[in-house]
């Protein structure tokens, strides 16, 4: 269990070096990223609801009842609830400011064919 790092807020994009697990609710409305934060090593858990983040594409259309996976990757935020000094105390942010990117595993469900 790695110790959390009191690192000074930087809003700042940096590269996950752990591995991430991204799992999907049953309802597939919900990924939940859990891993540890790249900087402030603080293990952070992110829930984004599907159809939320990103540019709809136009094969995104309501066209199903099922929500779509999404694809690409999660932009993840650290939201550790631990303080950092030199945060601003307007800052929405409760984690040390890294964001990055977690690439989004292909759906292991099938029998949703077109
Ligand atoms: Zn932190
Ligand atoms: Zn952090």
Do not use: N
Request: with cysteine; aromatic share 8%; hydrophobic share 25%.
């Amino acid at each position: 269990m790695p110790d959390h790092q009191p690192t000074p807020f930087q809003e700042a994009e940096v590269q996950p070096v752990d591995d991430f697990t991204v799992v999907r609710s049953p309802d597939g409305r919900w990924y939940t990223v859990t891993g540890p934060c790249p900087t402030c090593r603080a293990r952070t858990v992110f829930r984004v609801a599907h159809g939320v983040l990103g540019p709809l594409k136009g094969r995104l259309r309501h066209r199903r009842a099922r929500p779509e996976p999404l694809t690409g990757s999660i932009p993840v935020y650290c939201q550790c609830g631990y303080p950092h000094p030199d945060r601003p105390p307007e800052s929405p942010d409760a984690g040390c400011g890294a964001f990055w990117d977690v690439p989004v595993p292909p759906p292991a469900e099938s029998g949703d064919a077109p």
